[in-house]
């Protein structure tokens, strides 16, 4: 069962049931979201009722033995199952809407997401890069791996793990290398219901060779990102901003601007047509975060060391479409003994 997928008992009456029934079961549910699926005897979905439904039903006369259909409202949201639009998922979010069912064909109730605690459902498998040696971050890193060296109070990884499963993606997989025993250790029990699948490459392979090595997707489109990373980026406008585009691949990318602390030319051959002073130039540098059609990842060679720029420009090559996304938000890439000290900084304020 996914991250943010709810256990169906929970959140199920049957129609027989009476309005005394419902409120006893909205009294022990788990999150407190009192909200219940009202299902037939061959448990499909009629419609939802709500502890605020029960009260205006008894206000009009209505008994507590009464059946649960008298309170029930039979206008209800779902998502089909194997035909999940991320675009509904948001916009029932932003209504406020707390529980969301997956249908079959036949309306049964096959899963419940849950959008109070979670940010959305994205169809997408992930994939983190976590096989470096990070020598930069020697000393600290001859005996741990990068992955694993603590911000605040979890590893470096965790972070991305744990923002990964908010926006309800359940297949996650670690390609690892280095110290790979360590990360392999870590992932052992699954967290908030999702299971780590860690993968061991048997050399390094870059940034993205590593991917071959992971034997299942469930999902046409796939992240793949540096598990070292610090960031806030919102990976359902990613998702959204690589769909709405019909992109084969997006790369996130960050603002970074170079000053120059001098007066520089303007020249037409050794002509000096004018002088800019001091000027800035704004550029935007990859972060290591990538959105790619799952189907293309057979272009990457077989146990051979590849970047994710070698793919990158595979894909401009072959006149294939590669977009930018810009973060908006927070990103640091923990490479330098500097970079580790501004992260730890950073996660005393969030």
Known sequence: MGCNILEIRDYVI????????????????PNNVFTLFVVDSAGCLLGTVTDGDIRRCIVKGGSLDDSVTLAMCKNCYYVELGNIDVKVIHGLKSKGIALIPCLDL???IMEIYDLKTYKSVLP??????????????????EKTPKPLLPVGDKAIIDYNIDRLITYGIDHISVT????????????????????VKCVCEPTYLGTIGSVKFVDTFCNDTVLVMNSDLFTNIDY???????????ADMSVAAVP???????????LEGR????????????????????????KLLDLIPEDTFYNATDFMEKLIREQMKVVRFPITG???????PEDYKRTQELVKHL
């Open 124 to 141: 997408i498998d992930a994939v983190l890069m976590a096989g470096g040696k990070g020598e930069r971050l020697r000393p600290l890193t």
């Open 256 to 266: 970074y601007s170079v000053s120059v602390p001098y007066g520089i030319f303007e």
């Open 330 to 336: 927070y990103w640091i890439d923990i490479g330098k």
């Open 14 to 29: 049957v129609e027989s049931a009476s309005i005394r029934d419902a409120i006893k079961t909205l009294n022990v549910q």
């Open 106 to 108: 036949q309306k049964h």
């Open 236 to 246: 359902k406008d990613f998702y959204l901003h690589f769909k709405e585009n019909d």
């Open 271 to 294: 002509n000096i047509q004018g002088v800019k002073e001091k000027p800035t130039y704004n550029y935007y540098a990859n972060a290591g975060i990538y959105l790619i059609k799952t």
């Open 176 to 195: 690892t290398n280095y110290l790979h025993e360590q990360i392999e250790m870590h992932f052992e029990e699954a967290r908030n219901g999702i299971t």
